[in-house]
């Protein structure tokens, strides 16, 4: 077992977090779905995400998305700031053997777990007159195992959020 090098946790923790936070705060924006953003998703992992929304548990990502709906149509939200931290370069949990036999995966990165803290405004209508407030949110994103599969299905994601923690300021 070769873990990656300081330089590879780096990297691959910097690209992830971008590709993430991107793809996230789009579909947000979009108002796309987001349940495939979570470990729910996947057959692999035996527990649900944990979302918290203001101190406020939220029992499914279903709920979460039912909760942004609510919002209106108006709601936009900007990111200003992303930052990520690596909490584990071996992350095991939910792994199938084959991960394990492919030094690859961990070599490369694609085994850690990262913790991804965002800050930006959210902003209630168009325009930048439109009211505003500043949030944080921080996310625990874990591999997705299905996606390091042999041809695995298209358009799924590499990083799932296993924790979720939002707070308007």
């Known amino acids: 077992m070769t873990l990656p090098d300081a330089d590879t946790e780096v990297r691959a923790s910097s690209e992830a977090a971008e590709i993430f936070v991107n793809n996230y705060y789009q579909a947000i924006n979009g108002k796309a779905k987001l349940e495939t ?33 609510s919002q209106g ?32 995966n961990e070599k490369s990165g694609r085994r850690m777990s990262i913790v991804v803290t965002t800050m930006g405004k959210v902003r209630f209508g168009k325009g930048r007159e439109a009211p505003q407030k500043m949030f944080n949110e921080t996310f625990v994103l874990v591999p997705n195992w299905d996606a390091m599969a ?3 299905a298209r358009g799924l994601k590499r990083w ?9 300021l």
């Open 73 to 104: 149509e108006n709601v936009f939200y900007e990111i200003e700031s992303l930052d990520t931290h690596i909490i584990n370069p071996s992350f095991q949990y939910g792994a199938p053997e084959t991960v394990y036999e492919s030094e690859k």
């Open 160 to 168: 799932l959020i296993m924790s979720q923690n939002f707070r308007a």
């Open 150 to 152: 042999r041809n695995p």
């Open 37 to 69: 953003f979570y470990i729910n998703s996947s057959t692999r992992y035996s527990i649900p995400a944990d979302i918290s929304i203001n101190g406020s548990v939220v029992p499914t990502p279903e709920e979460y998305s039912k909760l942004l709906d």
